[in-house]
């Protein structure tokens, strides 16, 4: 037997299946998706089986074993495998990159240098003690031992062998179980035991009277009273025996309540369920646009149309963005489905995910809720696939492999036969032409599902306020708005967009921005430390008294904060309870759960925050939103920087008004006539599409053409912008001459870490050449460019372009 074994070597020449032997005593056990050990060159490393054969085109004394089998189950499903290869194929990305992304991190392995020792009696006296009876050590402890450099010595003499070892990252949580006898027994046991041993009998009477066939350790020992040393007399008098057993990580409880009861569908809500409902009883791959207002009932509709395939004896996968921004969410499932739900979000520890997703491939759990990668959750009866607020950048992942969870959402339901949700109540621009060119279906709700009136919006000219006087960030308006508010005892939420938006020391005689030296950026103004940040490379700096260019003292912090809203804020409203939540305050785990849970309790006014504040909160007594700065994320460089203002507006006046109190939003900038802004009052999502569409047709951006960017960077300049061209005249060589080739032009970001950058861009409506070319380039890159310092990255429908 053969086994096709992708390895964990991340180079060009090397992304290919590699035949290794199957030792014959493995054949019952070796099936594709197993994980193995098998030799690389001088490595041992982790691989994939990928395929089993009978024959290998290599002359069977080149073809080396497995050594090792760590799988005794496969952990990638057929289904998973062949997802790597389309994944690997359309991003142009490694394939086992492909394989590794669909896993939990603690499943990659982990790769450590090892010392072994090879001729025992030639090692010095100072380094025999170290060893102890060890036969091998990490680098690292002898690094720490400090015998680093007569370690090397010793390899370059052959008396030892420095060697990489392969590690499992995984661990599982095992407690120690006692396994106790029956009464019987434990009745015998004391009768037997001496006089004096009164500690024993004691816990003999103890355990006769909570009868139990096992029990944890630590249990009995809490409990009993009795200590550890008893216990294992016991244990060696093998009257007690004791066991390791698995056990899965105790998550937090949400705090978060929820009744768990479905709600009476409105008919709106109805007619979309239906339709979803027959797609999956006629076992049919369709892919739906939901697009609701916010409060329409969305997430109602997932959980009904989950408890509809759940009903078949099939599962569901939920896509949220960062699902730890939405606690609520998870609540609200977690009290539908209870101990059916799996939950992968970030702020677990690495340990917890693994448990969570063993969970799903044992088929314990039915629903599994996540970020991004849950779309690779290892179900194999798949009845559903939701990706809610489908337009958020996130679902794209921005290294490699830079997949949409989107598009391998639908890849999975093509594969099950089964429905997708898409649901948004502001569609990317993509999606939405393809729900009127019936691509998708579109199911639309026009209604909130409360019958609430979807909140008035103002738009505050700020140029006004300044002209008029008022320095502060907040307008009059707004500053009324909240007294009102605050007498009434309602809630508000203000929302700081800081998207596109830095604070940075300028200085105000010569206008000098200080900026990151490594990188052409501005430095980010941290005020807990007083530095200067530069959130692309990590440098850190004092802030500069002077200004480096022309000495003026007059160089100084410059924009708005968080923090500064809050003092600002202090002055206005002195009597306001304010939460602040933005990276700073929600550093610690379960931090942002914490805060929107007291807000919710009403221990909080006022809930100030950037962009994690915009999505997802239901809480009836949120009457009032504010935007500050609602045009700073109109600035990027970004094609897509209308788009992504517009449905920052439209998500957070969703907070309004959600429950019996009608809401009210506003909405202050410098750029009132913009028509993201204009339009975001009515919240009317058609009108704004139109317009962004013409937009988009004029200069030729999706979704009326595709874009790949290309991106090279190189520490010398001239070899970055040569490269760049060299590259781009590659592909304008092979590619049809219906696609446009622009560039190569420096990238928005030029320097990066001291890296100079260029990008090209290649949009297309159809080109059937893209991909071969691109693995072409890849190809070219790697076996000739890549030695010369070059760094070249694919990136297929980029979310952004910087
Ligand atoms: P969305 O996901 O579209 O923002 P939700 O599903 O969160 O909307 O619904 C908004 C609010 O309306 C929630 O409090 C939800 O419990 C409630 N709701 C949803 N559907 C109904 C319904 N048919 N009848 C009454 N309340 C509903
Ligand atoms: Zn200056
Ligand atoms: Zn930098």
Redesign the pocket.
């Known amino acids: 037997m053969i086994a096709e074994v992708i390895v964990d070597v991340a180079a060009y020449p090397i992304d290919r299946p590699f035949d290794y032997a199957v030792p014959v005593e493995w054949e019952s056990v070796m099936e594709p998706g197993v994980r193995v050990k098998v030799p690389f060159g001088p490595r041992k490393v982790i691989g994939y089986v990928t395929g089993i054969k009978t024959e290998s085109e290599l002359e069977s004394d080149k073809i080396k074993p497995v050594l090792e089998i760590l799988d005794l189950e496969p952990v990638l499903s057929a289904e998973l495998l062949e997802l790597s290869r389309w994944m690997a194929a359309e991003t142009i990305a490694y394939e086992i990159d492909a394989l590794q992304v669909m896993l939990p991190a603690a499943m990659r392995a982990k790769y450590e240098k090892i010392m072994r020792v090879i001729k025992l009696e030639q090692l010095d006296e100072a380094f025999r003690k170290f060893l102890g009876n060890r036969e091998q050590v990490t680098l690292k402890q002898l690094q720490d031992a400090g015998l680093l450099s007569g370690a090397k010595k010793y390899s370059k003499e052959g008396i030892v062998q420095i060697d990489t070892a392969v590690q499992q990252k995984t661990k599982m949580k095992k407690v120690r179980m006692i396994h106790i006898p029956d009464t019987e027994h434990l009745e015998a046991a004391l009768a037997d035991t001496h006089p004096n041993a009164k500690k024993q009998a004691e816990l003999l009477r103890w355990l006769i009277l909570h009868p139990s066939s096992s029990l944890e350790a630590s249990e009995i020992l809490n409990q009993s009273g009795v200590n550890a040393s008893v216990l294992k007399t016991l244990l060696d008098k093998q009257i007690i025996e004791q066991s390791q057993v698995e056990v899965y990580r105790e998550l937090d409880a949400p705090k978060m309540r929820d009744n768990g009861k479905p709600?009476?569908?409105?008919d709106e809500?109805q007619v979309a369920l239906a339709a979803i409902e027959q797609a999956s009883d006629r076992q049919q791959a369709e892919t739906f646009l939901l697009h609701?207002?916010?409060?329409?009932?969305?997430?109602?509709?997932?959980?009904q149309a989950i408890d509809h395939v759940l009903k078949q004896g099939k599962e569901a996968i939920v896509l949220v963005p960062e699902i730890s921004l939405t606690p609520q969410m998870t609540a609200?499932f977690k009290a539908r489905f209870g101990e059916l739900v799996a939950v992968l979000h970030s702020g677990l520890s690495s340990g917890e995910k693994y448990d969570e997703w063993r969970r799903i491939h044992r088929g314990e759990v039915k629903v599994a809720i996540g970020a991004r990668s849950a779309v690779f959750a290892p179900f194999t009866n798949l009845g559903l696939l939701i990706l809610?607020e489908e337009h958020e950048a996130t679902y794209k992942q921005e290294e490699s492999p830079r997949y949409h969870a989107r598009d391998v959402a639908i890849w999975r339901a093509e594969y099950h036969q089964c429905p997708v949700i898409l649901?948004s109540?502001t569609p990317s621009l993509e999606s939405y032409a393809r729900a009127t060119k019936d691509v998708y279906t579109l199911l639309t709700?026009t209604k909130?599902?409360?019958q609430q009136a979807l909140p008035s919006v103002q738009i505050i000219d700020m140029r006004e306020e300044l002209k008029a006087g008022n320095r502060s960030m907040f307008s009059l308006g707004l500053a009324e708005a909240m007294r009102e508010r605050l007498e009434r005892k309602e809630q508000i939420v203000l929302l700081l967009n800081k998207r596109g938006f830095s604070s940075f020391v300028l200085c105000r005689d010569c206008g000098t921005v200080v900026e990151c030296p490594n990188c052409d950026i501005s430095l980010t103004y941290h005020r807990s430390t007083e530095s200067l940040k530069c959130h692309y490379c990590g440098h850190e700096q004092p802030v500069p008294l002077e200004c480096p260019e022309c000495t003026s003292e007059h160089i100084r912090f410059f924009g708005t904060g968080t923090q500064k809203a809050q003092e600002e804020l202090a002055k206005i409203v002195p009597e306001a309870r304010v939460i602040r939540m933005d990276v700073d305050t929600t550093r610690t785990k379960g931090a942002h759960e914490r805060l929107l849970y007291d807000f919710g309790e009403g221990k909080a006014d006022i809930l100030l925050g950037t962009q994690m504040i915009a999505k997802?909160l239901?809480f009836?007594r949120i009457t009032l939103v504010g935007v500050l700065a609602a045009d700073t994320s109109l600035h990027l460089a970004d094609f897509r920087a209308a788009e992504k203002t517009f449905q920052l507006l439209t998500q957070v006046s969703?907070r309004a008004g959600?429950?019996q109190l009608p809401g009210e939003v506003y909405i202050q900038t410098y750029d009132p006539e913009h028509y993201a802004i204009e339009l975001s009052k009515t919240q009317e999502f058609e009108p704004f599409y139109e317009l962004e569409l013409a937009r988009r047709r004029q200069l030729g951006y999706p979704p009326y053409y595709y874009v790949t960017v290309v991106h090279f960077s190189h520490e010398d300049v001239l070899k970055a912008a040569d490269y760049a061209q060299k590259g781009t005249s590659f592909m304008a060589e092979r590619l049809s001459p219906s696609s446009f080739i622009i560039g190569p032009t420096a990238a928005a970001i030029s320097r990066l870490n001291n890296r100079y950058r260029y990008q090209c861009l290649v949009k297309y409506k159809q080109e059937p050449a893209l991909i071969p070319v691109l693995q072409q380039l890849l190809k070219h890159y790697k076996t000739n460019w890549a030695k010369d310092g070059l760094v070249m990255s694919i990136n297929r429908e980029p979310t952004a372009i910087f």
């Open positions: 709600e009476q569908l409105t809500q609701g207002v916010t409060g329409s009932g969305k997430t109602e509709i997932y959980l609200r809610d649901g109540a709700l909130r599902a409360k997802g239901d009836p969703g959600r429950d």
